[in-house]
């Protein structure tokens, strides 16, 4: 059985990044000159389909609903392309990223891989892993994605991706307990979620909370927090360098920190005696309306909402951005993309169903939002023809993007700092939950860990 490999080993194999390769693959613009020339010459060395029978691998990572999707589309896609076969892999997000690393260095990956953004920079930062897809245009409508979504993924001055859609997070609640605890609107200061902590103690018990975040979900939040107030991105988005001083980021934890000492938010050391490791959908106190609010990804709105048991439901609301200062905090980014690896033999028929999937009409309406709104202007329009866009999901991706400004650089979701239960994130706030040290201790925790995967810090 093949051994799971981590990033930095990954590296070791592949070519890690430097500074000076960061800078390139961030800067690089999907209509440079030197791209351009570059892909012309690629696409004409590009054969058309062929008449013979052809397979194809694809894998993606999701839940039952999303896989449903994926699988009707590659029926209807086939239907269509009758010498074309695509034998597809897929699972729960959980151990995905390690399955899916060890195969990028054996070279053994499907031809057509769902991946996150972050991957480009962890598995391809030389452009090793994925095709440049600016070979492939004939086949694949490159004209469907903005600029600036297309540049999000030109790594390595390479078209290594198209975006599937573009994400960030936003608050749901439970607004059938808020209303157990008195409130009738939903919480949109600073102020409105310590009054509400407050409340749900007072009326509902020491086993209600407005929120619950883990500890991923709370470095987010922190770094949403300090954006607002400060108005500049944690960090810049091409070399990776720190924005924030020391004392900033103590404030920040420190934030955290208030929001579970004031009982809006449950204490990780009580949520995981109760849970231990389960995700916050799946737990009995989300469920029955006990945990009554999230700070989540867009794209998970149908996924909480259809968690909660039937005197819950009708309760759930999404909810709006919280400005905690003079800015608007948090960041959009690309959810996924579709890439083709530079070991597939049928560059063109992979090309051909990746347009078919994001592109034409057969397979985008059968896709709808199952992976987040579409980010192809024509596969919307599509989705949206065919009533496969899911409302709730809509709505908090409308928000999200009339929102947030920032951007995200390529390392804050390195593995080695946001892997539940073993990642830096989670042991700066754990200690901070148990007890072990206070937000002025733990920046030492996140500083060390930022800089062990490529950070530059101070």
Same mark, same amino acid.
């Given at each position: ?14 070519g ?20 351009? #020339? ?18 194809l #691998? ?8 999303? &896989?449903?999707?994926?699988?009707e ?11 074309i ?19 990028f ?8 891989c769902?991946i996150?953004?972050?991957?480009l920079y962890?598995?391809s930062?030389?452009g090793q ?5 600016n ?11 903005d ?31 808020f ?10 200061t600073e102020?409105?979620?310590f ?16 929120l619950h975040l883990?500890?991923?979900d709370?470095m ?12 500049k991105?944690?960090a810049?988005? +091409?070399?990776?360098?720190l924005?924030?001083? /020391? ?5 920040? !934890?420190?934030f ?6 004031n &009982? ?10 109760a ?6 959908h ?5 469920i029955?309306g006990?945990?009554?609010g ?9 996924k909480y ?7 819950n439901?009708?309760?759930?609301t999404?909810?709006? /951005?919280?400005?905690?200062g003079?800015?608007?905090g948090?960041?959009?980014? +690309? ?19 990746i347009?078919? !999937?994001?592109n ?10 199952e ?43 390195n ?9 830096i ?9 148990y007890?072990?040290?206070?937000p ?9 860990g ?6 530059? +810090?101070?």
């Amino acid at each position: 059985m093949s051994k799971a490999i981590s990033r930095r080993d990954f590296l070791k194999v592949t070519g890690a990044v430097g500074a000076a390769g960061l800078l390139a693959a961030c800067g690089g613009s999907s209509n440079s000159t030197a791209a351009s #020339t570059a892909s012309s010459a690629a696409a004409a060395s590009v054969a058309g389909l062929s008449s013979d029978p052809v397979t194809l #691998t694809m894998s993606w990572w999701g839940g039952e609903s999303r &896989h449903n999707a994926y699988q009707e589309a590659l029926k209807a896609f086939s239907a269509e392309h009758t010498t074309i076969t695509v034998n597809p892999t897929f699972a729960a997000w959980s151990g995905w990223e390690d399955t899916m690393s060890t195969k990028f260095a054996g070279g053994v990956a499907e031809d057509v891989c769902q991946i996150n953004w972050n991957w480009l920079y962890n598995y391809s930062g030389n452009g090793q892993t994925f095709l440049d897809l600016n070979s492939v245009t004939d086949y694949l409508d490159m004209s469907q994605w903005d600029d600036a979504k297309l540049g999000a993924c030109n790594v390595a001055n390479a078209q290594q991706c198209v975006p599937i859609s573009m994400t960030g997070r936003i608050f749901y609640w439970n607004m059938t307990t808020f209303n157990k605890a008195g409130i009738t609107e939903v919480p949109s200061t600073e102020d409105d979620l310590f009054a509400a902590g407050k409340a749900f103690q007072e009326k509902l018990g020491d086993d209600y909370y407005p929120l619950h975040l883990g500890a991923y979900d709370r470095m987010i939040l922190m770094v949403f927090y300090l954006e607002s107030k400060y108005g500049k991105d944690w960090a810049d988005p +091409v070399t990776s360098t720190l924005n924030y001083t /020391e004392d900033e980021i103590a404030e920040g !934890l420190a934030f955290i920190k208030s929001l579970v000492d004031n &009982h809006v938010m449950m204490n990780l050391k009580t949520y995981y005696s109760a849970n231990s490791d389960t995700a916050t959908h799946q737990s009995n106190e989300w469920i029955t309306g006990k945990i009554a609010g999230i700070f989540e990804w867009d794209s998970a709105a149908t996924k909480y909402a259809s968690a909660l048991d039937d005197s819950n439901k009708d309760g759930f609301t999404v909810g709006e /951005e919280i400005k905690f200062g003079d800015n608007n905090g948090g960041f959009s980014k +690309v959810s996924m993309g579709l890439a083709i690896t530079k070991t597939c033999k049928n560059v063109a028929e992979a090309a051909t169903l990746i347009n078919f !999937l994001l592109n034409e009409e057969k397979g985008a309406s059968i896709m709808g939002s199952e992976c987040g709104i579409p980010a192809s202007k024509a596969g919307l329009k599509f989705a949206q023809d065919a009533g496969a866009v899911k409302s709730l999901v809509a709505d908090a991706n409308a928000k999200v993007m009339a929102f947030t400004t920032n951007k995200l650089d390529p390392l804050f979701e390195n593995n080695d700092l946001k892997a539940s239960g073993t990642g830096i994130y989670q042991e700066v706030f754990d200690n901070i939950d148990y007890g072990d040290q206070t937000p002025e201790e733990a920046v030492e925790t996140l500083l060390d860990g930022m800089e062990s995967v490529g950070y530059t +810090v101070g």
